[in-house]
């Protein structure tokens, strides 16, 4: 071997040496991203739970959540629901003898993203991790689970909300 092969040798070693290098480091930077994106589709998904059981109780700032902390928005909107022409007589006559809505509906968005003290930042962007949940929610609804009906049973400012609704006709 002369010395020049030895020299080339060396080289292309190195060349594989950083192409490893450089993909492991990507690998792990896609890994901890995907965590950080599930862990904020966990978080949302316990938001819109908290939401259900106590909009009142719901906490604010960023929150912990596996090694990061999170913060998030949440929006609550009317559902409108528009009959097909041939399906509104029939929903009259519905309307007259039930005094529960139709238009009761919600529609329940939630943000969550890596907050700023985990390297995010502190208003929503697209440049961060992040998660975006919509759920379609009846609030009148309350026997999702026994734990949340014992619940919402027992909140006595919940329960007359509740009552009104679905006496008063709704929204």
Known sequence: MTLLEVVLAIAALGLVAASATTTMSYLYGAQVREQRRLAASE????????????????????????????????????????????????????RSSSPVSIDRLEQVTVRVWLSEESGGSRRFTSDV???????????????????????????????????????????
């Open 43 to 94: 978080m949302a998904h316990r938001i819109i739970l908290m939401h259900l059981d106590d909009p009142t109780k719901m906490p604010s700032g960023p929150q912990p959540y596996a090694k990061d902390f999170y913060r998030y928005e949440l929006e609550v909107a009317p559902v409108r629901l528009t009959p097909k022409p041939h399906v509104a007589s029939a929903l009259a006559d519905r």
């Open 129 to 171: 991790p992040y998660m975006v949940l919509v759920r379609l929610m009846d609030p009148q609804y309350v026997n999702r689970n026994p734990d949340s009906a014992v619940k919402f049973f027992d909140n006595k400012d919940r329960l007359q909300d509740f009552v009104q609704d679905v006496l008063g006709g709704g929204q």
